[in-house]
C-alpha cells in the first residue's frame, strides 16, 4: 500500500507518518509513504526519521497541481492533514486560510480522481460546528463556523464530500477535538504556556478562561484518522473525541502545577474576537461502528507532554523564532520530486 500524506510534517501529520513508519497502526506490509508538505512555520523536516527505506519526503505545495498530477498516481491513498489551523492568525488574515484549506483541498481532491486513488480521507475539526452551550454535536449537526479558520475548514468539507457525491470517490471525513502532544508549534494554547511557564514567563488567558474544550492526545487522533483510512465508509464524517472537557481556567492551572509554577503566572488578556464558548463531540458512530477507544487519559497525556517539552527545548526555541535547522537540500526534490520511487534521507 502506498500512502500520500499531505501536511505530514506538521504537528498531526507528522505523529501519523511517525507512527505508521513505526508500524504501531494496523501494519500492513510493504507501507510506503509519500509525504508533502511545504513546510511553512509549523512544518518541519526534523519532525519526521531523517532517513527511512518507506519514507519519501516532497517539499511543495497542495496548490500546485502539476506537482500534484506528477506525485500521485500510483498511490493508493491520499490522507490529507494539510491546513492553515491557528484561530488567531485567521482572524488577523483569512487569505491564506481560504487558499490553502479550501483551493489547496480541491487542487488534492481533483488530481487523487484524476489519477485513480482508491481511497481518501479528508482531516478536519470539531470547529466547524461553532458553539454549543450543553450536550454535544454529532455528524449531522449543522455547520456553523464562528471564526474565518472554522469557515475555510468547513468549506473544504463540504468540498470533499461533493467529490464523494459527484465523483465516486472513495472518501471519508474525520472531525477531531483540541488535540495535544509532542513536537505541537508553541503558538496553540497546551505548547504555548507550557514553554512559557519553562521560560519562567507568565502566561496570557484569554477573557474569564471559561471557555471549554474537549482535548484529544495526537495519538488516539492519528489511530481513529488510520482506521477510518482502511475501514470507514465512503461518504461518511467520523467525530474524533478525546472525552475530556475543560475550561482554559482548569486547564491553565493543571498546566501550572505539572510545570512547578503558581497562579500569580496567570496574566489576564483581551478576549479573542467571536471566540467559541464550548465545543463538544459525540464519537458514537466512530466507537460503535469502527471499535475506536481514547487511551491516553488526559492526565497521563498532559504530563508527558510536559516531559517532553521539558526535555526538548532545542527544538520549541528555533520553532518559536522559526529558525528550523532545515536542510535545503533534503527539502526539495526538484526533478526527483516527480518520481515516486525516490527516497529522501
Known amino acids: 500500500m502506498r500512502i500520500l500524506v499531505t501536511g505530514g510534517a506538521g504537528f498531526i501529520g507528522s505523529h501519523y507518518v511517525r507512527a505508521l513508519l513505526a508500524g504501531r497502526y494496523a501494519p500492513q506490509a510493504g507501507t510506503d509513504i509519500t509525504v508533502l508538505d511545504k513546510l511553512t512555520y509549523a512544518g518541519r523536516r526534523a519532525n519526521l526519521p531523517a532517513a527511512h527505506d518507506q519514507l519519501t519526503f516532497v517539499r511543495g505545495d497542495i496548490c500546485d497541481a502539476p506537482l500534484l ?12 492533514f494539510a491546513a492553515e489551523s491557528h484561530v488567531d492568525r485567521s482572524i488577523a488574515g ?10 489547496g483541498t480541491q487542487t488534492v481532491l481533483d488530481a487523487a480522481l484524476r489519477s485513480g486513488v482508491e481511497r481518501f480521507v479528508h482531516v478536519s475539526t470539531d470547529e466547524v ?4 452551550s450543553q450536550g454535544s454535536w454529532d455528524e449531522a449537526s449543522p455547520l456553523l463556523p464562528n471564526s474565518p479558520y472554522a469557515a475555510s475548514k468547513a468549506a473544504s468539507d463540504l468540498a470533499a464530500r461533493s467529490y464523494w457525491r459527484t465523483h465516486g470517490l472513495d472518501l471519508s471525513i474525520t472531525r477531531c477535538s483540541n488535540n495535544y502532544g509532542p513536537y505541537q508549534h508553541p503558538e496553540k494554547l497546551i505548547p504555548s504556556f507550557v514553554t512559557r511557564l519553562l521560560d519562567g514567563r507568565p502566561v496570557p488567558l484569554y477573557g474569564d478562561g471559561r471557555n471549554v474544550r474537549e482535548w484529544t492526545h495526537v495519538d488516539d487522533h492519528c489511530r481513529a484518522v488510520h482506521l477510518v483510512l482502511l ?9 474524533i473525541g478525546g472525552g475530556t472537557e475543560l475550561s482554559n481556567l482548569e486547564l491553565t492551572h493543571r498546566l501550572l502545577e505539572l510545570c512547578g509554577a503558581d ?32 487511551r491516553v487519559t488526559l492526565a497521563d497525556g498532559l504530563a508527558g507532554t510536559v516531559t517532553w517539552y521539558r526535555d526538548n527545548p532545542g527544538w520549541w526555541k528555533t ?16 526533478r526527483d520530486r516527480s518520481n515516486p520511487t525516490h527516497r529522501q534521507g
Do not use: W
Not at 69 to 80: K, Q
Open 231 to 239: 475501514k470507514g465508509r465512503a461518504g461518511e464524517i467520523y467525530n
Open 263 to 294: 497562579p500569580s503566572m496567570i496574566r489576564r488578556v483581551q478576549d479573542r474576537k467571536g471566540h467559541d464558548l464550548r465545543y463538544a463531540l459525540c464519537d458514537t458512530k466512530l466507537r460503535e461502528e469502527l471499535g475506536h477507544t481514547p
Open 319 to 334: 520553532a518559536e523564532t522559526g529558525d528550523a535547522p532545515e536542510k535545503p537540500e533534503a527539502d526539495r526534490m526538484s
Open 129 to 132: 460546528y461553532g458553539s454549543i
Open 69 to 80: 498530477n506528477e506525485l500521485l498516481p500510483g498511490h493508493d491513498a491520499v490522507v490529507h
Open 94 to 103: 483569512a487569505a491564506d486560510f481560504m487558499r490553502t484549506n479550501v483551493l
